[in-house]
């Protein structure tokens, strides 16, 4: 089975501007979460997104936001970046989302300038 | 709100030696699950073990063990007969079972190197 997917694996962008980050479960697997990692404060959960339903959500600001599609495959978006949102972005799949392991992607690195 | 604590920021240890990483974690909860996963160079999250706070028996994967200990909220990971490439950063982790959907909370992890 293919692993868990996220593009683009490295993004640019500059303060102000928008970006939508990608990911893809492994088949079969409906729950998607979120996670942002930087060296500061380590991992943190943004959402969890199951059947296209947002049924979890961490403390982050409305800037950041995702969806889900019926295949399962998701996506973030952050609007107006701001320096402090340059991190590693994390997803991960599991079957149900409900303590069984979850399986990360290789993440996307974004910078922001 | 639930808090998992690793209080060894960095650890090395000998090729085939052994290791204990330590984790302690805060919860009113009595369903919960613990992890604990390495992130190599790559940045790669891998899962290295799982386990169920309702099972008494410590979860085991080949040279991975844990010794959970669930009155004192330690989890604890054992690597024997450590490799080079079991040099990562480990992270521990934990979710609440039943509404805290696809929710790992994670400790600030340990840097382990394993020397030749």
């Known amino acids: 089975k293919a692993g868990v997917t996220q593009t683009p694996r490295y993004l640019i962008k500059t303060r102000g501007q928008q970006v939508t980050l990608s990911c893809s479960p492994i088949s079969g697997h409906r729950s998607v979460s979120w996670y942002q990692q930087t060296p500061g404060q380590g991992l943190q959960f943004l959402f969890e997104y199951f059947s296209e339903t947002q049924r979890n959500k961490g403390n982050f600001p409305g800037r950041f936001s995702g969806r889900q599609f019926s295949n399962s495959r998701s996506e973030m978006n952050v609007s107006t970046l701001e320096l402090g949102d340059s991190a590693l972005y994390l997803c991960?799949?599991?079957?149900?989302?409900?303590?069984?392991?979850?399986?990360f992607g290789p993440g996307t690195r974004l910078l922001v300038l | 709100a639930q808090t998992v604590t690793q209080s060894q920021p960095e650890m090395s240890v000998q090729e085939a030696e052994t290791v204990t990483l330590s984790c302690t974690y805060d919860t009113s909860e009595s369903n919960y699950y613990l992890f604990w996963y390495k992130q190599p160079p790559s940045r790669q999250m891998i899962l290295v073990i799982r386990q169920e706070a309702y099972k008494q028996q410590n979860a085991t994967e080949n040279r991975f063990s844990v010794n959970f200990q669930k009155a004192a909220k330690s989890f604890s990971l054992k690597i024997s007969d450590s490799q080079l490439g079991d040099t990562a950063m480990y992270f521990c982790?934990?979710?609440?079972?039943?509404?805290?959907?696809?929710?790992?909370?994670f400790g600030q992890g340990t840097i382990l190197t394993v020397h030749p």
């Open positions: 991960a799949s599991s079957i149900l989302g409900s303590g069984e392991t979850q399986y």
């Open positions: 982790a934990f979710m609440k079972r039943g509404t805290s959907y696809g929710k790992l909370t």
